[in-house]
């Protein structure tokens, strides 16, 4: 392989819907919209052997997958107090060990955990790398009966102050402690809150920045679709980060109101195409 413009390691999934099964992940919605904002994408996942899901990466994404003996499925309930999540099987972790020998260190390494799956080393691997951490996988524990729930993250004075920028939704915030904790151990940290758009928190810049008001019919995977639209503007712009978190959040935008990673894709290919920004 010549060059990795986009890496992202993380689980590919099955998310379980009312109507079957959909493909899911971290590493499956920020490779798609890698691969759509013109990337040389790669994937690292871990998934069972001859996964469908995986077909609905495209070729164009370089794909290496450790194999398991199960592939990694979640439900994820959307109420009225926020989303639940259930968690019925859980494949291998990913080792920072298992990198491919022939794959270059990539422009931008996107560590996109759902399960704790992702090994920490992978930040200490690519130091050259802008590293872009959307963490709250590293925080989700569940029980006999798959309920996710979250617990403190003890690696994060080791691993976010590595990061180029921190990507955390207001929902996996344990109290308000944690964000304070986070923005001093983060050289960069976006916090997203939905329809009410993101806050960067940057130095003592704290720069809020709405989204654009559109009707929500399916909001999964919105987190990894704003994370890889703001890391690859953010690297395009040489760090500018409010022209980051504005496209992001376009992007993330658009994918809420559709349903299933193919539409979504679709969709937000051509509003990019209208605004001139594809």
């Known amino acids: 392989m010549e060059a990795i413009d986009y890496l992202v390691a993380g689980y590919v999934t099955r998310d379980l819907t009312p109507t079957g099964y959909n493909v899911g992940g971290t590493a499956a919605y920020s490779g798609r919209i890698a691969d759509m904002l013109g990337c040389r994408t790669a994937v690292i996942t871990s998934t069972a052997p001859k996964e469908p899901g995986l077909e609905a990466l495209p070729d164009t994404i370089q794909l290496y997958s450790t194999p398991s003996e199960k592939t990694s499925t979640y439900e994820n309930i959307y109420t009225p ?78 691993i976010l102050p590595l990061a180029t920028a921190v990507i955390l939704s207001v929902e996996d915030l344990l109290d308000d402690s944690m964000l304070h904790r986070y923005k001093a151990l983060s050289k960069l940290l976006v916090l997203t809150s ?85």
């Open 194 to 278: 939905g329809y009410d758009g993101c806050t960067v928190f940057k130095d003592e810049d704290v720069y809020h920045i709405p989204a654009p008001q559109v009707k929500e019919v399916e909001p999964t995977g919105a987190g990894d679709i704003f994370a890889t639209a703001f890391l690859v503007k953010y690297q395009q712009t040489n760090g500018d980060y409010r022209e980051a978190g504005h496209f992001a959040n376009i992007v993330a935008s658009q994918s809420v109101t559709h349903v299933g990673l193919d539409a979504k894709i679709i969709n937000i290919r051509k509003h990019l195409q209208e605004i001139g920004e594809l």
């Open 81 to 158: 107090q926020g989303r639940r999540q259930v968690v019925h099987a859980a494949a291998n972790k990913i080792m920072a060990a298992d990198y491919p020998s022939d794959w270059p260190e990539p422009t931008i390494l996107h560590l996109g955990p759902i399960g704790n799956e992702v090994d920490v080393n992978f930040a200490h691997r690519f130091p050259n790398s802008v590293i872009g951490l959307t963490p709250q996988g590293w925080m989700r524990r569940w029980g006999e009966d798959g309920h996710v729930y979250l617990e403190d993250w003890p690696d994060a004075e080791q």
